[in-house]
C-alpha cells in the first residue's frame, strides 16, 4: 500500500496482501503486511469516496489506521485512487 510514495507494505511473490468479501456497498479484508503484521480491515463506499478502517490487527504494518480514498482526476496518479489519512 502506498501512502503518498512515501512507504509500500507489499508482499513478494504472487500471494495477494489482501483476501476479503465484498457486500453491496462494503467489503471486509483480511491483510497480511511484509513486515509480519495481520488484521482485518473494513472498506466502505460513501458517495464517491472510499473509507478504510482497520478492525483488529497485530505485528507491524505501514497500513494506516483510517484512511479516506477518492478518485483525483488530471493528477500526476492519472485518475487512479489518492488516500488521505483520517485526521
Known amino acids: 500500500?502506498?501512502?503518498?510514495?512515501?512507504?509500500?507494505?507489499?508482499?513478494?511473490g504472487e500471494e495477494p496482501s489482501f483476501v476479503g468479501h465484498v457486500s453491496g456497498k462494503s467489503a471486509t479484508v483480511a491483510f497480511r503486511s511484509a513486515f509480519?503484521?495481520?488484521?482485518?480491515?473494513?472498506l466502505t463506499l460513501h458517495g464517491k469516496q472510499l473509507q478504510w478502517q482497520v478492525l483488529q490487527h497485530e505485528g507491524e504494518s505501514w497500513l494506516p489506521e483510517s484512511a479516506t480514498l477518492h478518485?483525483?482526476?488530471?493528477?500526476?496518479?492519472?485518475?487512479?485512487?489518492?488516500?488521505?489519512?483520517?485526521?
Not at 500500500?1 to 513478494?12: A, F, H, R, S
Open 1 to 12: 500500500m502506498d501512502q503518498g510514495g512515501n512507504k509500500v507494505d507489499e508482499l513478494g
Open 36 to 42: 509480519e503484521g495481520t488484521g482485518k480491515a473494513s
Open 71 to 87: 478518485r483525483v482526476r488530471n493528477s500526476r496518479w492519472g485518475g487512479q485512487l489518492k488516500c488521505e489519512l483520517a485526521r
